[in-house]
Nanobody, 126 residues
Framework: QVQLVESGGGLVQAGGSLRLSCAASGRTGRTFSRYGMGWFRQAPGKEREVVAAINWSGDTTYYTDSLKARFTISRDNARNTVYLQMNSLKPEDTAVYYC????????????????WGQGTQVTVSS
């Protein structure tokens, strides 16, 4: 079992930046570096959508096309942490952002993720 705790959310004005962090812990039988990791978001009344994903080593990433120019996913396996740098934020980025871990070394779909954090709220004011 993997426990994931997100942090770094909050209220920011349009055009601002935030960096989300997700710390992993737990007796998994696997090291953190063996998990594919992803960030997802869910806005009120909408389905959860993938934001970005990163493979086990950090050298392969995936982004939803509309976010590619503004968001960056990264990971630090020594710290058991994955990050999401969000720049030039827009009001439509307002959502709860979730971190997730997959038993696959790399996964880009919601269904492939088994472990989820509780989420962190990001609110972008206009």
């Amino acid at each position: 079992q993997v426990q994931l705790v997100e942090s770094g959310g909050g209220l920011v004005q349009a055009g601002g930046s935030l960096r989300l962090s997700c710390a992993a812990s737990g007796r998994t039988g696997r090291t953190f570096s063996r998990y594919g990791m992803g960030w997802f978001r869910q806005a009120p009344g909408k389905e959860r959508e993938v934001v970005a994903a990163i493979n086990w080593s950090g050298d392969t990433t995936y982004y939803t096309d509309s976010l590619k120019a503004r968001f960056t996913i990264s990971r630090d396996n020594a710290r058991n942490t994955v990050y999401l740098q969000m720049n030039s934020l827009k009001p439509e980025d307002t959502a709860v952002y979730y971190c997730a871990a997959s038993n696959l070394w790399y996964a880009t779909t919601t269904a492939a993720y088994e472990y989820w954090g509780q989420g962190t709220q990001v609110t972008v004011s206009s």
